[in-house]
Nanobody, 125 residues
Framework: QVRLVESGGGLVQAGDSLRLSCAAS??????LAWFRQAPGKERDFVAA????????YYADSVKGRFTISRDNAKNTVYLQMNSLKPEDTAVYYC????????????????????WGQGTQVTVSS
């Protein structure tokens, strides 16, 4: 069974840091991405990393504050979030595409076919 399981969310104050984890099981994904969804809003791309060469991609809103990384041995991807802002409050989801090949990535959530259950991040002002 192919699964993605997120962890690490919580309630923090503005300026604090959090690290999210996404553990993949059942297969290795060429690309894993983080998305987030705030109440009443669409699911937005946050960051992605490709397994073959470690290329990383970020939404403009998180560049310089968030860092995506991977541990190949653990089949796990991380999202280090620094200098958190109230507008970062959302449910954060890990996503993978079972048909992605090579270094392909996309910011379109509809292209990803495996999703984790999500983890809540709340940033208070």
């Amino acid at each position: 069974q192919v699964r993605l399981v997120e962890s690490g969310g919580g309630l923090v104050q503005a300026g604090d840091s959090l690290r999210l984890s996404c553990a993949a099981s059942g297969r290795t994904f060429n690309t894993l991405a983080w998305f987030r969804q705030a109440p009443g809003k669409e699911r937005d791309f946050v960051a992605a990393i490709t397994w073959t060469d470690g290329s990383t991609y970020y939404a403009d809103s998180v560049k310089g504050r968030f860092t995506i990384s991977r541990d190949n041995a653990k089949n796990t991807v991380y999202l280090q979030m620094n200098s958190l802002k109230p507008e970062d409050t959302a449910v954060y989801y890990c996503a993978g595409g079972t048909y992605f090949r090579g270094t392909y990535y996309t910011q379109n959530p509809a292209r990803y076919d495996v999703w984790g259950q999500g983890t809540q991040v709340t940033v208070s002002s």
